[in-house]
Nanobody
Framework: QVQLVESGGGLVQAGGSLRLSCAAS?????????????MGWFRQAPGKERELVAA???????YYADSVKGRFTISRDNTKNTMYLQMNSLKPEDTAVYSC??????????????WGQGTQVTVSS
């Protein structure tokens, strides 16, 4: 019902920036329904557990992990059924596979039922 596709990952030097995008589609997605989905960005590095980086709900309430506050900004464009993660001042510790996730009318820190395949972000020193 919901398909999520990430883009924008790549290789960047420490201190640089990247902008990730997550496009949502499927039978359950339209301009009238996308705004009701809570959307989140997760990341997982080798040897580390998956963690929630940032999330945004239909009312534009947001959550950020302490490690990215002041550096990352999450946003959404409901007319395009797309979510974004602007990542500035990147650090080598940010290197991970970043995945987007969605949950219909769910809490920011709650369970996510739909997942993208992920995009690799590598930050060199």
């Amino acid at each position: 019902q919901v398909q999520l596709v990430e883009s924008g990952g790549g290789l960047v030097q420490a201190g640089g920036s990247l902008r990730l995008s997550c496009a949502a589609s499927g039978r359950a997605i339209s301009e009238r329904t996308f705004n009701k989905y809570t959307m989140g960005w997760f990341r997982q590095a080798p040897g580390k557990e998956r963690e929630l980086v940032a999330a945004i709900n239909w009312g534009d309430g947001t959550y950020y992990a302490d490690s990215v506050k002041g550096r990352f900004t999450i946003s959404r464009d409901n007319t395009k059924n797309t979510m974004y993660l602007q990542m500035n001042s990147l650090k080598p510790e940010d290197t991970a596979v970043y995945s987007c996730a969605a949950d219909y009318n769910g809490p920011l820190r709650g369970g996510y039922g739909y997942w993208g395949q992920g995009t690799q972000v590598t930050v060199s020193s």
